[in-house]
């Protein structure tokens, strides 16, 4: 098959183009616009492959949108370009309605314009597989409001309900997708995921920030009480998953995609000190670092995903639990220092965002 994956460059897209070159036969067209957080130096091991190519095109230019799919002729897209970040929604929302909604609108009407040219079994197997966050569902009841949290998860079934710019843009363009799929007969798939980390994380993100500002002592800031509750997936895990649904799951169908590692935020934090301290010892606790800051409006207090739907239907479960991922983690980027600086230069130097009230 000949996947165009949009968003290619960034986190996730990165790891599913990855994951497909290394495990599979299959080609892959990477359609990125290049943002701040968008960076070929991601795919460096795949870039010399023959069945890769790269097309630097913004989602929302319809005409070169439908250059690339009459030249490359995919059997299925896998939409991931999106603006991901809650804390940039807030301070700047309206590149989040451009790239979330108006780009995922142009995509879907290149797209159906593509597919309904197609014949015979080419139409019938093409794929649009729309890739989206647990965070359009909103939060769930956290541990210090019930005794019956852990009942309580995010399913197939659930209701959106949306707290940021960030995740009503992600809705958004969720129920376009389905929209088209109901009204044009658009082959569709939806998937919905947890909170992902992993290597090639740009340090704006909980994760990484933490890792390089503890490396160079610096302050690990923590919203509020840091008592904020996300399921954590491995990103190789998620583009294990992605391929699955992409190529196994059944039109018109949403999956929730989760790692099964609930942690409030001060536990991952945590975990990462103690394993800075293992893995690059120092005098004073990187733990002393942790310093709390004032939360960002309208912050979820807890995600979780119920994940039964993709293990009972297409046989995926998660191989990383959050001790093994997280350390792979952290010695990733122990390793690949010089990466995080080329990809924060000019862009980003770690300061706060999303204080806007």
């Known amino acids: ?186 082959p569709v798939l939806v998937t919905n995921c947890s909170n992902n980390y992993g290597p090639y994380h740009f340090p704006e993100k909980l994760i990484p920030l933490m890792i390089l500002n503890a490396l160079e002592g610096k302050f690990l800031p923590v919203y509020g009480k840091g008592d904020q509750i996300r399921d954590w997936l491995y990103v190789e895990d998620h583009a294990r998953a992605l391929y699955k649904v992409v190529t196994e799951g059944k039109p018109g169908e949403t999956y929730n995609i989760g790692g099964h590692n609930e942690k409030q935020n001060i536990e991952v934090v945590h975990t990462i000190c103690d394993i800075l301290q293992e893995l690059r010892p120092q005098e004073r606790s990187y733990r002393d670092l942790i310093t709390t800051v004032k939360d960002r409006p309208g912050h979820d207090m807890r995600y979780a995903i119920d994940a039964s739907k993709i293990q009972k239907e297409l046989g995926w479960a998660p191989e990383e639990t959050f001790e093994s991922g997280i350390r792979k983690t952290v010695e990733w980027y122990l390793n690949n220092l010089d990466w995080c600086q080329r990809v924060q230069d000019g862009s980003y130097q770690r300061e706060r965002l999303g204080k806007a009230s």
């Not at 030249?71 to 940039?88: C, K, T, Y």
């Open 1 to 186: 098959m000949k996947f165009l994956v949009t968003g290619g460059a960034g986190f996730i897209g990165s790891a599913v183009i990855r994951y497909i070159i290394r495990n599979t036969a299959d080609g892959v067209v990477n359609l990125d616009k290049l943002t701040y957080a968008g960076n070929l130096q991601s795919l460096v091991e795949v870039s010399e492959s023959d069945r890769y190519a790269f097309e630097h095109v913004d989602i929302c230019n319809r005409a070169e949108v439908e250059r690339v799919l009459a030249e490359h002729q995919p059997d299925a897209i896998m939409h991931l370009a999106a603006e991901s970040h809650v804390d940039r929604s807030i301070d700047g929302p309206a590149d989040f309605i451009e790239t979330n909604i108006v780009g995922t609108y142009t995509l879907l009407e290149a797209t159906r314009q593509y597919w309904q040219a197609l014949e015979g079994e080419r139409k019938a197997g093409f794929r649009f597989h729309h890739i989206s966050t647990d965070e359009v569902y909103g939060d769930l009841p956290h541990p210090s409001q019930t005794e019956n949290a852990s009942e309580y998860l995010f399913t197939e079934e659930t209701a959106y309900a949306p707290s940021s710019p960030y995740s009503a843009s992600k809705a958004s363009s969720d129920h376009l997708v389905r929209a088209w799929q109901r009204t044009y007969g658009l």
